[in-house]
Every structure is written in structure tokens, then in C-alpha cells.
């Protein structure tokens, strides 16, 4: 199990697929996409173990980890056959490695992550290898990489921006942690994902040097089409808007470029920090997690069960004035894919709460179910659908946006041709609704160009981690099958607690509301509200 990279050569028509469990680079024969096979598995124990892989021009590149997970890693090269070329050394666990669409640089995103009781924590990094020269030269000269510590001086300032620091004795650098890299079209710049960081940072592959760090912000998720699924008690599907700030934490990232201007799209999934005597994951009910009574009056109603108490809300944000009181409830994962203009670093588009809305909708039996079981909800507590991985492929000339759903499964595909006005266009997944049977744990996702496959079909292959399969879906103009599947148009409106005892009720969306007695009598009228006392 564990796969959850999975890559394409066009030359050789070969897959590579990491099965990072077992500790092996799987090498898969697709020139016959219906019955692909395995070739060949690499054991990648001798070498520190597999957590990611990439192809091009005949060369493939992995990414280990070192056996002490504090040291640093290595990237491994073999040729499409397998057989072992060259290995260089690169930063803390190298959790993300991608070529530049030119061939001639490998790129890794260096972790960096801190030992179970936080003793050590390394610094996290981006490594550079040159390959211009091509693999038989290449020697530890080639490699270059960057660390973030001329960003410590500025931690104050970017704290301040939203970028989020969680360890406070380790430098803004040890804390930072690279995630998942894109590389710009003309080769010249790249993004890196700062998941538990809440921010990205772009690179100058002209002069090697990381240029700007941005926070991404917070999706507010009590406005109109920012509702989530918030408990796993409450027995029903209940899409309702809540007083939370969530951070995106973004795990993979796409590029793509519209009249000369770069787009990145993030696939938000959130990720707390867990470590022994460290952990900010916490319960709304909570005893010790106190809310500000003058902003949240209600709050004894808030941290019922059935409504956020059991809500997995974090304890590292959110009490503004250190007062032990917490003024904002802030979450990590948006339960949704977002577009930032990368020249202006402003977002122009998130998918709101479509994922949540679709899956509630299509697959109620498996709504927020967990990847390891067939049971509704038990995620929407956490991050729900968990949008983990994205890749973006132009067909027909337009450009889509395929995202993986990590818990549920499946894929979400967009149109964001126009990123000013993206449209959704399909979801599947690949899952049984009844029994524990299909493919779980959406991972990587990549798309293959019809003109890279071997007949002439663009293809669609996720890599999912819980059952160690891959899922190969044929496109047709950004549909993955033949059948349709249509949005919801009609956002559902909810009221609860229903029935009420009196006090406060709550919407899940703000709406113009009229509210009369049992004999029709007018008793009051609101517009735009989301609240209501009934006493």
C-alpha cells in the first residue's frame, strides 16, 4: 500500500509508482492502458526508503528520505529500465521532487519535520540539481540548496502577514516545512507549498535564490457557499455555516498561465502539527478551550455536539489577545481547491463549499467517510472530502483542473479556462457506496496528454494511498466517462436546532426570511439574516 506518487514517461510509455510502505519504486508498463503491468520494483531500502518520484528525458529521479528522519535525504537516478545512474545528497526529508518542463533541473521540496519530541528540528529547505549537463557528470557540485534563514529577521512581519509559525522555540526557518512544488511554464520560477505554514514561497531558477514568501490567509466559513459539515453527532448531512476562520494549508500545487500572468491552484487539506508533548488539534468542547463571551454569547450552544463541540478547531490561533480566551475560532483545511494570481499573490477563486455540496449529494452513504471505512461523517469533524492532490491539463483548448479527494476518494474537474470564472465539470470516483470495496485514498494525480499516450487518449491516473492501487480514468474533453454528472444548482437551506426550545436558531446560509404563527399571522420579517431568536 502507500502509493501515492505516480508518474509518466511517453518515450518508454512506462509508469513509475512510489509504494512507500513497502519501500519500493514500481516500474508499470502502460503501452496498453486497459491492462497495464508491472515491469520491475526497485527495493529503496539500501537507499533510505521512497517518498516521491519523477520522470524526463529518460531519467527518473527519487526522492529518498534518510533512516534517520532528522538527517538529510537524497535524490537516486535511474534510467527507465531501473538500473541505478547516480545519487546526490539534498535537504531533510525530501517529501516532493519534480524536473523543470525543460529537463534540465531536478527540484525538491526538503520537509525538514522535527523528531517525536521535538528535540531536533531541521531546517526545511528547496534543493536545485542541475542537469543541464545531463546525468554522466553529475556530481554533488551540481546540487544547491536553499534554506529560509534570511526570512528569520523578518518573522515578526510575516507572523503579522498570516504566515504561521507553530514551534516558538525553533527559528521561522526550522519551522517552516516544504510540501509539494510547480514549476512556471518557461522554467524560470517556481512554487513551493509551506503546508502547516499556511504559505508559499516562490523561487528564481534563473539565479537560484528564494525571492518572496506570502500567508494565503483564511477562508471565512460563516459567508454564504463557505458552509461545511461540522459534526459527526448531529445524524444528518447539515452544510451549514459556522463562526470559523480556516487556514487553507495547502498540500499539492498546480501552475498555469492566462495572458501572461501565472496562476497557482492549491489543493487544501490542512495538517495539524502532532508530536509528543506537541499537538495543537483541539475539541470546541473542550474544557480548557475557552471562548471569548463577549464575541461568542452563545457559545454553550456552539460547543454542543451535535453543532462544533466535537469540531476539530486548533489551539495555536486564534486568542488574539493572549488572554487565554479564544476571539476567533480558526481550523486548518478549507475543504476546497483554490486559484492565487502568483504576480499579485491575491486568491481570485475558491471552490467554496462545492466539494461537501456534490459528494452530499451523489454519494450520501460516503459523505466525509474516511478512507479506511464505509461510514458516513466521520470525517466532517476533521477536514472533510480533504482535497489533497491537483494537476492541471489543457484539452481542446481549454484548461482543466483535476483534484483529488484524499478521505472520500475520487476527483473534482474544473474548468478554470477562465480563472475569473471556473466552472465545475465533472466528479467520479472509483469507490463502492455499499461495500468497503474500490480504490481509497486519492494521493497523487497526473494527466496524460493524448498526444503522450500510446493511442491517442488523454488519460487521467490517480495514485491512491490506502490501497495501493492506481485508478486510470480515459478523458473526453474533461469528462472522465460518458455519463453525466450534474451540480447541484440549488444551494439546500437548513435550520437547527429544529426543533427549538426557544433562544437562538441558526441558518446555514444568510436568506430573506418571514416567519409566521400556526394561523398564518405575519410575526416577523429579515433580510439577509442567519439568525433568528424565537423566545
Not at 186 to 195: E, F, I, S
Not at 224 to 242: K, Q, R, T, V, Y
Not at 451 to 470: C, F, H, M, R, W
Request: charged residues 20%; hydrophobic residues 35%; glycine residues 6%.
Amino acid at each position: 500500500s502507500s502509493t501515492e506518487i505516480v508518474v509518466h514517461d511517453p518515450v518508454t510509455q512506462r509508469l513509475f509508482a512510489t509504494s512507500a510502505n513497502a519501500g519500493y519504486l514500481d516500474i508499470i508498463d502502460f503501452s496498453k492502458p486497459a491492462t497495464p503491468s508491472k515491469v520491475k520494483s526497485i527495493d529503496m531500502s539500501p537507499y533510505g526508503g521512497i517518498t516521491s518520484v519523477a520522470v524526463k528525458n529518460g531519467i527518473v529521479a527519487v526522492a529518498s528520505p534518510s533512516t534517520i528522519a532528522t538527517n538529510n535525504g537524497t535524490v537516486v537516478f535511474f534510467d527507465t529500465d531501473g538500473v541505478y545512474k547516480k545519487q546526490v545528497t539534498v535537504g531533510v526529508l525530501p517529501d516532493n521532487i519534480v524536473f523543470t518542463k525543460d529537463g534540465t533541473k531536478v527540484l525538491t521540496a526538503n520537509e525538514g519535520q522535527p523528531n517525536s519530541d521535538y528535540s531536533v528540528d531541521p531546517e526545511g529547505s528547496v534543493s536545485i540539481i542541475d542537469l543541464s549537463a545531463g546525468i554522466n557528470p553529475l556530481s554533488q557540485n551540481h546540487v544547491t540548496t536553499l534554506n529560509f534563514t534570511t526570512f528569520n529577521s523578518q518573522e515578526t512581519q510575516l507572523i503579522q502577514q498570516g504566515v504561521r509559525k507553530t514551534k516558538s522555540t525553533s527559528t521561522l526557518s526550522q519551522d517552516l516545512e516544504p510540501e509539494y512544488i510547480t514549476v512556471s511554464d518557461d522554467c524560470k520560477k517556481a512554487w513551493v507549498t509551506l503546508q502547516e505554514n499556511n504559505a508559499i514561497a516562490e523561487i528564481n531558477l534563473t539565479n537560484k535564490s528564494i525571492t518572496s514568501l506570502w500567508a494565503l490567509g483564511t477562508k471565512d466559513m460563516s459567508l454564504p457557499h463557505n458552509g461545511f459539515d461540522a459534526s459527526d453527532n448531529n445524524g444528518e448531512i447539515l452544510i451549514a455555516n459556522w463562526p470559523v476562520e480556516s487556514y487553507y494549508i495547502p498540500d499539492a500545487v498546480a501552475s498555469f498561465t492566462v495572458n501572461n500572468t501565472n496562476y497557482l491552484i492549491t489543493a487544501n487539506e490542512g495538517d495539524e502539527k502532532e508530536y509528543d508533548d506537541f499537538e495543537e488539534r483541539v475539541a470546541v468542547s473542550a474544557t480548557d478551550y475557552l471562548l471569548d463571551e463577549t464575541l461568542f454569547p452563545n457559545a454553550s450552544v456552539l460547543k454542543q455536539p451535535h453543532n462544533l463541540g466535537r469540531f476539530r478547531a486548533i489551539n495555536l490561533n486564534g486568542d488574539l489577545d493572549n488572554d487565554g480566551k479564544f476571539e476567533k475560532i480558526r481550523s486548518v483545511g478549507a475543504r476546497s481547491f483554490s486559484i492565487f494570481n502568483a504576480d499579485t499573490k491575491a486568491i481570485v477563486f475558491d471552490s467554496g463549499d462545492d466539494f461537501e455540496m456534490y459528494t452530499a449529494e451523489h454519494y450520501p452513504t460516503i459523505f466525509n467517510s474516511d478512507h479506511e471505512e464505509n461510514k458516513a461523517k466521520v470525517r466532517s469533524r476533521a477536514k472533510g472530502p480533504e482535497p489533497e492532490g491537483v494537476t492541471v491539463a489543457t484539452i481542446g483548448g481549454q484548461t482543466f483542473a483535476f483534484i483529488a479527494l484524499e478521505r472520500i476518494g475520487g476527483v473534482m474537474v474544473y474548468n478554470v479556462t477562465d480563472p475569473n470564472n471556473v466552472t465545475f465539470t465533472d466528479y467520479k470516483n472509483n469507490r463502492s457506496t455499499s461495500a468497503y470495496s474500490g480504490d481509497f485514498g486519492a494521493e497523487g494525480i497526473i494527466y496524460i496528454d493524448k498526444a503522450d499516450s500510446p493511442d491517442n487518449k488523454g488519460y487521467v491516473i490517480i495514485a491512491n494511498e490506502i490501497s495501493g492501487t492506481l485508478t486510470i480514468y480515459e478523458v473526453n474533453a474533461g469528462k472522465l466517462s460518458n455519463d453525466e454528472f450534474e451540480p447541484i444548482e440549488v444551494k439546500t437551506f437548513n435550520v437547527f436546532p429544529n426543533p427549538s426550545n426557544g433562544g437562538t436558531v441558526y441558518f446555514n446560509r444568510a436568506a430573506d426570511v418571514t416567519v409566521y404563527d400556526m394561523n398564518g399571522r405575519q410575526m416577523f420579517q429579515g433580510k439577509n439574516v442567519q439568525t433568528l431568536n424565537v423566545d
